[in-house]
Structures are given as C-alpha cells and as structure tokens.
C-alpha cells in the first residue's frame, strides 16, 4: 500500500474518532446548567481575580472552581445540586457558604477583608484548591483593530512569534516564514506601536523566531488601520504588544522548552512593583537545527539553435539547455538570545514616566548542498550531427555564517491633564541592528571543480522614532486626536564576492550603499456618537524624502545618487451602527502606501548563486492602495461571529520580473518594478464558538478574488546573440482561500488537548499556479503545583505536509519548484509561575463610548 494511502486513511479514522468522541461528549455535557455571579466585598465592590470552588455534596466529580474576571464576575456550568463554595482572594478573609444550585445568576457573595493586610508579604497558599479559570475569548473586535490574546494557544507553548502567528485570525504565514494578511504579504510589523529593529532590515523568519512567545501579550490585527497609524503597510498592521506586569509584588515565571528537530529555550518573565515603581525584566535564549528542502525541475520550450560560425572554436560555443533538475538541502544551526528590560515611575496621579531597553541577537550557521542534473545540445562540430545531447552532473555546496545584533531603548511621559480623557503622550525610540552575512561556495560539474565563490554582506541599519500624541474630549460623546512623528533611518550596504569564474556580473555585486529615509507625519482625527451611530474621521499627512548614494565597485559602472520626495495625504472614514447591545456594523475605508524595501532598491543587493540573480531596482517607487471594509459583528455568551466583506485596489503595483535577458546561457533574473493594478476582494469570516465548558472552537475563513493586470518588456538576446524584445504577462484573475479551525477540549480541570487545522487554497496567475496546502497541529496541556506549574507538549505538522509547491512557466520555459522550509517538530515545555500580588485595579475613568484607543502603557500609541 502506498504511503499516501495510508496517511490518507489514517487521516480518515482519526477524524471519525474525533467527532464521534465529541458527539459522546456533548450528549453528556447537555446535563450542566449555566451558573454565574459576582463576588463583592462589604463596601459592595467587585472583587477581581478571586477563586470560587463548588464542591458537590453528593458527588465530587462533579465539582469545579473558576476565577472571578476583572470586574468580579464569573461564569461556569454545573450539575443542579447541593454545593458548598468556597472564596479565597489575597488580603480577604476565606468564606464558605451552602447553596442549593439550579440555574441562572445566584446574585453577589460577599467576602470580609483580613484584619491587616501587606503587599509585601507572600501570598497564602491556597492548599488542596485547584483553580481553573474561564478563560476569556482569544479574540476580540473593535472598531479598527482585532486583538488576539495567545495564551489560550496550547500548540505554541515554547515556540515563537512566527509559531504564534499561524493561529492568528486574519494571518497566514508562509512554508518559508512569508507573513501574510488576506492573501498579501506586505504586511507591516510593529512592536509594542512602533517599528522595532527587534526585527532587523532582511531577516525574514529569523527574526520572528528569535522572540519568545511566552514573552508575547496580545497581537493586534489591523486590516485597514486609521489615520492615527502610519500608512504603510497595504495588507495591514500586526503589532505586538509584549508583556509587561501590572502586579504588586515580585511575581515571574520561567518556560523551559525541548524539542525535536533539536530545539532547547528557557525563557523567564519577571516584574516587581511597589509604591510608585513598576519594574519588569523578560528575557532569555534558545537553540534551534532546522532543515529546508528545495526541489526545482526547469523544462525549456522553441529551443532554437545558434548559427555558428566554422571558424568560431567548439569550446567557445555555448550549449544549448533542454531540461535541468535541482535538488537542495539547506540545515542551519541558530542559536537566539534576547532581554528587555525597564521601569514605569509615576511621578503623580496624573504623569509617568516609562524607559524601556531590548537587546536581541541570533547567529547560526548553514550548509546547503545542491545538486543539479542537466540535459543539453552540446556543439559537436560533426556536420553529420552538429548537436549532441548531452547530460551533465554539478553540485553546489555553500557554507554560510550569519549573526544579528538589535538594540532598542524607548523613553516615554504619558500626561493626563484631568479625569475626563484629555491626554498627552510624548515618546522617543533609538534603534540600531547590525547583520552579517558569509559565505563559501563551492561548485563542481561531473566531479571537476568549476568555481569557488565567497560572499560577505554587512548591513546596518540605525532609526529615530520621536512622537507625540495628543487626545481632547468634547462631551462624553467625542474626541478630537492629534498627533506628530518623526522617523529617520539610515540602512547601509557593505557587499563582497570574489569568485574563480569568468562571469561578467560579478563585479556588480562588490558595492557600497547608503540608504536614508526621512518621514514627517501629521494627523488629526475625530470621532463622535450620535445614537446608535459612531463614527470617525481622520487625515494624515506623511512628507517623505529617500537620497541613495550607490558605488558599485565595478570600474565600468558609474556610482548613482538618487534622492525621492514625496508629500501624501491619507485619508480614512469609520462608520459603526449598533444594531443592538452585542450586534454592530462597521464600515471603512483608508487610503495606504507600500514603500520599496531598502534593498530592493540596491542594483545588487546579494548573491547567492551563479543561475539566479536577483537585481534591485533604484527606480522602485511605492504604490498605493485604497482598502474598504464593510464588517459585522455578533458577540452572543457562547460565540462570537465577525464576517468582513473587503475590497483593495493597487496602483503601480509592486510585481517581480523573471526573466533571461541571454537565451544561450540558463542564467535567470529577478527584478522588481512597478507595473500595472492589482485588485483584491474577498469575505474574511472569524468566529468563536464555546458550545460548553469543556469545548472551545475558534475558526477562520477567507475567500479572496484577485485580479491583476501589466505586461512587462525587457531587453534580451537571443541564442545568435541578436537584440529581441522579451515580455512576462502579469495579466489574470483567480479565487484563492485560506482556512482555519482551532479546537480546544478540556478533559478535566486540569488538562486541556488542542487541535489546530490549517488549508491554504491554489492560486493562479498569469504566469504562475500555487498548489493547495493543509497542515494539522497538535497540543497538550496539564496544570501542575496547585496552579503553580504547567507542563505542555505539542507537534507542529503531524502529517508532515506543510509544503509549497509551484508552477511558472513564460514563452520559452516552464518550471516546477517544491519548498518544505520547515519538517515536522515536536516539542515539551515546562511553565513554573511564582507569584506575590494581585493586579491592581486601574482607576475607573468617565466611559468614553467612542473609545477605540490602541494597546496601554506598554504600547504607548499606534501612531
């Protein structure tokens, strides 16, 4: 039997044993009754995070605990009966009551304060009492932003951002680490509201493992971001918002991880806060082996033959290319450390300050091996047979060496004029991240050496970030916002390669790059309700000027000076109805910009090998994107639906350019321009669903259209060596669709299962077709230490499927690539909590009903 055919009905079987235990389950679980209430103290305050046990008379099986949320309140599900509940909160006094429960709200418990109480004093410990807490919903909808809590996310237990990101709705992450939003990957990335050169200037997945997801607050999703944000970024915004404690006492934890492939980390979250000062200090480190594989078939079609000339020598004839196969195996060795530290002081009731500095490093090494089976018209000089097939075998090996280095510190005074909301925030952020990136190559065709080549990349990138912001309410019902920024970056490009080949374009690649970009950014924004009608209206304005000084090191090639200055208004509306309490409808629209990456506009940014050059284009310009939503929200006690109807349309579209500008050499080039219009619409679906206490399901859904339209003409030559006209269609049209379903069982107080599937749709265009993908995640969770400890095993990828495989084809090739960047994993982590405070209760503030503020102190503004 083959091997697909039996994970096929592997497949088949555990999914029919699955719903058939659910379906056994649910009928058991229809014997519970909602129960809810709140506990106060005697002043009738709610009381936050208390724990309430119910223990059954007649049957302890039947017993459960939940943890009273921020505004004293809780819910759970219980067999009707006798019970004697038990309440127990820091610096109150334990109270036990009988009740004889059916269903419905049982009204307030109310609990007495100890006689004395401390903030400095360790926390009694809570003997024989496992408390387990209903947990929020992992997603939440508001006006402009969705938020996505991770800590419900078993399957990431000791991974990292990238692995957090693959359950966020609304985000796709790619085989190769490609983070995407409805279909597009220019995505922006901000940490805790700002740019962070936590994630470097081109290290890509790198990066996004290199921070712990155990350090990870919330992710806020940003479909169609306001005018409060800056503009780039057309698919979006995610920004991180890291932890940062807002407990009394010392309280911390530390997540040790092991996995396979080989992966160790420990990682550790500390905070202490008294009086007037907040401490907090994340940090840790990991080791990680990883191995890619890469597998590519090139066929070539109208082969056509040069017409020599008889003087001209054999060996000074190039061959002619029929078909070529590629096979790669890149493994790379990593090893991430990262620490951040820092301090709120409040300097009254009314102003802090905040100061705040990171540093993270990652460094590795690789080695890739690629073989490379070629078929060929050699030149024979045989009148009776000019041209011969021939076959021919080369292998490439390339050892590479990389290291980063990012360092981040953010000083902030957050200002609060009165109790009525009128606000100022002012921060500055100063950045630096250095990479280094080396490599040997070695090739060789049919076991002679061919060519030795050693590259060196050096890039630094330095960035200033001062903002401020500005809020004033007018009445309960409005706000006026205001706000400037300033954002300079300066990245710079040292290149090397020295190779034994004759290849002409090698002396492009020793060059020298100063990049500087300067944004001045202005914005104001109101918002209003009138009735059941809010809304809000923004316009920003974002001045921008971009020098590149280029030096290529090639004689013959002059050094290019190219300055951009660009002034651009974006506007943005926001429209919400409440239909009812926990109904609403939302309607926006944005107008954004997707600025070139620094190095794509480097003429020759990196080598990486002799038949795949990518070229920059200092000419790029950004494109720009009008993006509309119209959106609903339904929040019932048991689920959560948000459907979302979008439309995005690009102009001068950002489009990569393939091409052999040289028929008679198997040389291919990849250039990025702007071309053409790119339309994007499509239904994003997003719901939560929590049928019962031991049943949790959060999905997503989106299907997407697209449409693109460009042809694209370059100069090339053709096998005689005679001027043509090339041309690569991006003309065409497709529907595409990503899904997801994250299912969580909760077997019994203390150990939770999680199930994550994932479906990734094909996808055509003009000149390429994107093969359907799924993947199935697995996660475990049991609570240990009385609440103290939890120990978590997951497997990424169980069916080992997660893979990318693509068809291109142009006039004269077609070509079949296949990518796993990432094979099955599995991993164990361990969670020790110690604690000694209670959170503390902010100060309650006149609701402002219109209020869709982004992120908290730790954030300090999206602007």
Known sequence: MKKTEIVNIFTKKTLGLTLVLSAAAMAFAQEKAEVSGIIVNKKNQPVPYAS????????????????TDEKGQYQLQLVPGDYDITVEAIDYKKSILHKNITTGNIGALSIEPEATTTLDGKTQELQGVVITASAAKPYKVELDKKTYDPSQD????????????????????DTDGTVSMRGSSNVKFLINGKPSSLLGIDDGANALQSIPADQIERI???????????????????????????????????????????????????????????????????????????????????IAFPTIDPKTAIEDVPNVPVHQLQNSTNKTYNKNYNVSAGFVYELSEKTSINLTGLVRTFEGDGNELLDTYDSFYRYTGNPANLWALNNSFGQRDSKSVFNNLAFQGDVGLDHKFDDKGQNLSVSLSLQRN?????????????????????????????????????????????????????????????????STSNNPYIAD??????????????????????????????????LSNVTINYANQ???????????????????????????????????????????????????????????IFEGNIDLNPSYVDSYEVGYNITRKKFTINPTLYYRHAKDDTKMLVYRPDESLGVFYTKPINLGNDDRYGLDLNFTYDPFAWLKIMGSLDMFGYKTTGIAYYDAKDVNGVAKTGFMDFTGNGFSTRARLNTTFKLDKTLSVQLQGFYRGAQKSANQNTQDMYALNL??????????????????????????????????????NYMQWQPRQFSISLTYRFKQGEKIEQPKKKKDINSNAAGDDQQGGPM
Request: hydrophobic share 30%; proline share 3%; net charge positive.
């Open 154 to 173: 078993i399957v990431s237990k000791g991974g990292s951002l990238q692995d957090v990101l693959t359950n966020v709705p609304s985000v796709s992450v």
């Open 220 to 302: 806020e999703v940003i479909t169609n971001p306001s005018s409060k944000f800056e503009a780039s970024g057309t698919s979006g915004i995610l920004n991180i918002i890291l932890k940062k404690s807002k407990k009394v006492g010392f309280n911390g934890s530390v997540v040790g991880t092991l996995g396979y492939f080989p992966r160790t980390a420990l990682n550790t979250n500390l905070s202490w806060r008294k009086n007037n000062w907040t401490w907090f200090l994340n940090g840790g480190g990991g080791y990680t082996e990883n191995r890619t594989k890469n597998n590519s078939e090139t066929t070539y079609h109208n």
């Open 509 to 542: 690649y020793n060059n020298n790059t100063d990049y500087r970009e300067m944004f001045n950014a202005f914005y104001l924004q109101f918002r209003s309700k009138i009735g059941n009608f809010g809304y809000q209206l923004g316009l920003r304005d974002e």
């Open 554 to 612: 090639n004689p013959d090639k002059a050094p290019i000076d190219k300055t951009k200055n660009y002034n651009n208004l974006f506007p943005s509306v926001f429209l919400s109805y409440d239909v009812s309490k926990n109904n609403q409808i939302l309607v926006n629209y944005s107008r954004r910009i997707d600025r070139p990456r620094s190095f794509f506009m480097v003429p020759f940014p990196n080598y990486s090998n002799s038949q795949n």
């Open 52 to 67: 309430v046990t119910f223990s059954n008379k007649a049957n302890k099986t039947l017993s459960d605990a939940v943890l």
């Open 434 to 498: 250095r990479s280094d990136n080396n490599a040997n190559i070695l090739e060789t065709r049919d076991d002679v050496p061919l060519l030795e080549d050693i590259t060196r990349r050096h890039s630094v990138s330095k960035t200033v970030i001062g903002k401020a912001d500005y809020e004033l309410p007018l009445g309960e019902k409005s706000k006026l916002e205001a706000g400037y920024r300033l954002d300079v970056n300066d990245n710079t490009y040292d290149n090397f390669v020295s």
């Open 779 to 816: 996660g475990a969770s049991k609570t240990i230490w009385k609440g103290d400890g939890t120990i978590s095993f997951n497997i990424q990828d169980i069916f080992n499927t997660r893979s990318r495989e693509i068809f291109s084809f142009n006039d004269d090739y077609t070509r079949r």
